[in-house]
């Protein structure tokens, strides 16, 4: 129902809201990005395009934009494949071990980002565990070999494949089985089945896990800065570099500039496809999925086969993680793993030094900061936006998806350049640089992803449960505390999980805007990976990762996993597990 | 006391209701009758207070309403879907309304209970979750939250429309029971006329964002004011010219009400067509008109067959009359049967041939009287 503005500005709650949200979003939404936008095309209060004339004789920049986009069009290709793989094999086809598989892929979801690329690092990399093995067996071979393109390839693959894990598994699940047996029927085979009905009606999807894993691989960040060397850096690491100097700082923002609008037309033609109509048969009575057979007998070997191998690739660095936090630098350097070199002294020293345990402590105070503040915040936005629909609304909206649209790079860097100096918007306080930065800035990064989870949770409560409340005398803040809130609460705490997860090992903004004395857990383990040689240092981040581990996957459980024990007696709540629904919500 | 006063609402483009007019009496039981999208929700919405008109005033006992907020206008309301509090108990659902208003906890126990036993909820199923309960259950729950306020007037919106039949007739008696019990004011808003004509005080039905007839059940179905209301309620038989041609020959019914208007849109209910097996019982009252015809097709409802006979005479069309199954064996296909109509029964419109028109050739509009009539 639209309600008019003339009435949306009758209610005291929204005037509070509304003014509180209209400085956010300019001081923090858009403010920063014009500055970055000045800081390229204004640099000294006249237009000019120096700084792309800059850019462009700089060979180095040259190289890491043809990079970047030569990263995105491969990983496109290999994480589809990889992807469609995994799930095939987990979902649709009738292999042994299914579970098994599906659990070992799904180790991917569990660890990401920095830890995952350090993990790989230590253990393939120059003195890794596996190089030192494989020297030992071939003195001769090249130290380095995990490094480059292809190294980074690999590790980004992998881990791109949760995509598929998440949201091409649901879609399949979504597919109407009758049409599989209709084709059956009509004599088709197997692969026949998978190419011509259930592929194109997941395509959709595939197409949004396709331009959202394009879109990772244009912002890689820790995969390209710690496997990719020197013959292969990309858009960001090099903004990351730019960034640090300040003769070059203009540089930095014309190349997120560029990321940022590669982005936002990615993301359109994106919007675009989604709005191209249902492919998901809209049946009546829907059949469960059931397990195809592979009829050829060496075909089914073949990709039971590969199916296993994957697997190994897939579990293979976690579990040595793993096994590495129960040991000693030195046993794993050289390669001796006997009994009495495992130990839970890493562990000890995590938990009882305060300066091994002091990165662990601040990644957490960030992570439930920020996912707790933005999911308050939101919580009355949401509202606000779902109830009013009108152009203000409309507005604000789309202000407070901007976040969504562009590079998480782009934003730290737009914070940086408008806050290093002080400015009336924001009451004359400098902010960067200081400890508030990085929190405000996770704040801001999840926004878009809290605000569509939540106001599509606000949507999914009936209207008539708040007429009920208001005909029995609740006014708005009592029927938003005792009917709506309750209500919504399930898949708010799922998205403050979720939230607090992905911050948790976040590198890639930290290492723009933390401050020095309080450096979270990704930029620890980013320097870890710097180390020449495998130390106690390296053994801590063992210790880290398994930890997170720990916490991501128990989050991934509370949410995803579940057996509903908590929608069972609410049916009627919002369900949390709506969040798997949406590939584009887990951008940031 | 309720009184709509050229009331209008208009959404976006839409004119959901233009100039409504309507009063409803203390103590009624008064319906809002018509099919989906004419207009009714909405005037139960307007009274509610969810909707604001655009023109116009609400008065309740007197008093304007209008801008009132829903809370202040002492109204007490079962929704479609009974709009139950998923995340409380039954209990905390129906004590709502007290809790909100600050009354003491002991009272709103003493009248939860209360209220409770009245709709007939025990103790347990006061302490289970909402979801826990049966579709009757839950409806019981949404009168209770909605009664336990004391509201002066209560407002249904198709409360029953979710249950399945059997429930929903043996619901209808027990809501009905409750509003005679506690002889409160109650709007109640429906598509099914039935339990529009076996409820109500008095029905308005709707057509459009228009009230086209109001008054007790007995007059909307006997002497529907309009077509619209002729065919929405009951099942009518729209007379070929042919029939109705024959009919205008007779004087109307012993009211010595004026002739039949052959021009005219002629109805009958089906339940007023005479069947009889040929030349057998007379027509009582000799007023009636008698027409030859042959069964076409045979419906069984168990209570009673449905029988399509075609007239004989020209342009006569097809009539639908109904035979209680009691002791008669009934008619087969094929049959001869003497149709009887009492002209009196005949419900005309003149004018309004919109609807039902493209079943009627034109070309027989002039239809001389058959000679086989008088029969």
């Known amino acids: ?588 | 006391m309720i009184t709509y006063e050229n009331i209008d609402v208009v959404f976006d483009d839409f004119h959901a209701l233009p100039d409504f007019n309507l009063t409803i009496g203390e103590g009624e039981f008064f319906t809002l009758l018509g099919p989906s999208g004419c207009g009714k929700s909405t005037a139960l919405r307007t009274l509610a207070g969810f909707i604001d008109p655009t023109a116009g005033e609400v008065y309740v006992d007197g008093a304007r309403v209008t801008n009132l907020p829903s809370q202040r206008r002492q109204i007490g309301m079962v929704f479609q879907n009974y709009a139950l509090f998923p995340t409380m108990t039954v209990r905390e659902n129906i004590g709502f309304g007290l809790k909100v208003s600050g009354v003491s906890k002991a009272e709103t126990t003493r009248r939860v209970d209360e209220i409770a036993s009245a709709v007939e909820l025990d103790s347990v199923q006061l302490g289970k979750g909402v979801t826990e309960l049966s579709g009757g259950q839950q409806q019981r729950v949404a009168i209770a939250r909605a009664l336990v306020l004391r509201p002066k007037i209560l407002l249904l919106d198709e409360p029953l429309s979710n249950l399945d039949a059997k429930l929903r007739h043996q619901l209808r008696g027990q809501l009905k029971e409750l509003q005679e019990q506690f002889g409160i004011t109650t709007v109640y808003v429906t598509h099914d006329q039935d339990e529009a004509l076996t409820m109500s005080t008095r029905i308005a039905v709707m057509n459009k964002g228009r009230i086209e007839q109001v008054g007790t059940p007995q007059e909307v179905y006997m002497h529907s004011a309009t077509e619209f209301v002729c065919n929405f309620i009951g099942d009518a038989n729209r007379l070929a010219t042919g029939t109705v041609a024959a009919l205008s020959a007779l004087p109307r019914g012993v009211r010595g009400t004026a002739a039949l208007n052959p021009a005219s849109a002629s109805y009958l209910r089906v339940e007023r067509v005479g069947l009889h097996a040929p030349g057998g019982k007379a027509d009582d009252g000799g007023a009636r008109l008698t027409l030859p015809g042959t069964v076409r097709a045979r419906q069984y409802h168990g209570v009673y067959s449905s029988y399509r006979v075609e007239l004989d005479v020209r342009d006569g069309g097809t009539v639908k009359g109904i035979i209680q199954e009691t002791r008669h064996r009934g008619f087969a296909p094929g049959d001869r049967v003497d149709v009887s109509i009492d002209p009196a029964d005949v419900l005309q419109y003149p004018g309004a041939d919109a609807q039902g028109a493209a079943q009627v050739p034109a070309l027989t509009q002039l239809a001389p009287l058959p000679s086989g009539a008088s029969q």
């Not at chain 1, 809209?282 to 697997?311: C, D, E, F, G």
């Not at chain 1, 793993?337 to 995590?350: I, Q």
């Not at chain 1, 999980?497 to 020095?516: E, G, I, K, M, Q």
């Open chain 1, 1 to 588: 129902m639209n309600i008019s503005v003339h009435k949306m500005l009758r209610s005291p709650l929204f005037l509070v809201v509304a003014a509180v949200l209209l400085w956010f979003s300019a001081a923090f939404l858009v403010w920063p990005n014009l500055r970055l936008l000045g800081e390229v095309f204004m640099p000294n209060g006249e237009p000019t395009f120096r700084a792309f004339e800059r850019l462009g004789s700089s060979r180095r920049a040259m190289d890491s934009l043809r990079n970047s986009f030569l990263l995105a069009i491969v990983l496109s290709v290999t994480v589809n494949l990889v992807g469609v793989f995994i799930v095939l094999v987990t979902r649709y086809f009738a292999i042994k071990g299914a579970r098994v598989l599906y659990l070992g892929y799904a180790t991917t979801l569990i660890y990401g980002g920095i830890v995952q690329v350090a993990g790989y690092k230590i253990i393939y990399g120059e003195h890794g565990f596996v190089t030192n093995l494989l020297a030992g067996a071939f003195p001769d071979m090249d130290r380095t070999w995990f490094t480059g393109m292809a190294a980074v390839v690999f590790v980004m693959t992998v881990a791109g494949t949760g995509n598929h894990l998440l949201f091409m598994t649901n879609a399949l699940a979504r597919v109407d089985f009758q049409t599989v047996e209709a084709a059956k029927m009509m004599g088709a085979s197997t692969w026949r089945v998978l190419l011509t009905i259930v592929l194109p009606t997941i395509r959709p999807m595939l197409y949004a896990i396709t331009i959202l894993t394009f879109l990772g691989g244009l912002g890689a960040l820790a995969a390209p800065q710690v496997l990719g060397g020197t013959s292969f850096q990309t858009i960001t690491p090099m903004i990351l570099t730019f960034a640090n100097s300040p003769s070059s700082r203009d540089l930095a923002a014309t190349l997120a500039l560029v990321l940022g609008v590669s982005t936002m037309v990615l993301l359109a033609i994106l919007n675009r496809m989604e709005k191209g109509g249902t492919y998901f048969a809209v049946s009546k009575v829907p059949t469960a999925m059931k397990k195809q057979k592979i009829a050829n007998r060496w075909a089914n070997a073949a990709v039971h086969a590969a199916a296993y191998l994957l697997l190994a690739v897939y579990l293979v660095p976690p579990l040595l993680i793993v096994l590495f936090s129960f040991t000693s630098a030195s046993a794993i350097s050289t390669g001796t793993l006997a009994w009495e070199s495992f130990t839970l002294k890493n562990y000890a020293l995590v938990f009882s030094d305060y300066e091994a345990f002091w990165p662990f402590l601040v990644s957490l105070g960030y992570g439930a900061f920020a996912s707790i503040t933005v999911v308050a915040g939101m919580l009355f936005v949401a509202r606000l936006l779902q109830k009013y629909r009108n152009r203000v609304t409309a507005f604000i909206e789309f202000v407070l998806h901007i976040p969504w649209v562009l590079p998480s790079t782009l934003i730290a860097l737009g914070l940086i350049i408008a806050y290093d100096h002080a400015s009336w918007i924001m009451g004359n306080v400098v902010l960067t640089g200081t400890v508030a930065l990085l929190g405000i800035t996770y704040v801001i990064l999840k926004i878009p992803f809290t605000l569509r989870m939540l106001k599509a949770a606000f949507t999914g409560v009936p209207d008539q449960l708040e007429e009920a409340a208001a005909i029995l005398g609740a006014g708005p803040l009592t029927t938003f505390r005792l009917v709506l809130l309750p209500v919504v609460a399930p898949t708010a705490a799922a998205i403050a999980a979720l939230n607090f997860n992905s911050l948790l090992d976040d590198y890639d903004t930290a290492v723009f805007v933390a401050h020095p004395l309080y450096q979270p857990l990704g930029i620890v383990i980013k320097n870890a990976t710097g180390e020449d040689t495998l130390n106690d240092a390296t053994a801590l981040t063992f210790v880290y990762t398994v930890l997170l581990m720990l916490i991501t996957a128990t989050t991934m459980w509370l949410v995803y996993g579940r057996p509903s024990a908590g929608r069972r007696r609410k049916p009627k709540a919002a369900e949390p597990a709506g969040t798997a629904v949406e590939p584009v919500t887990t951008r940031n």
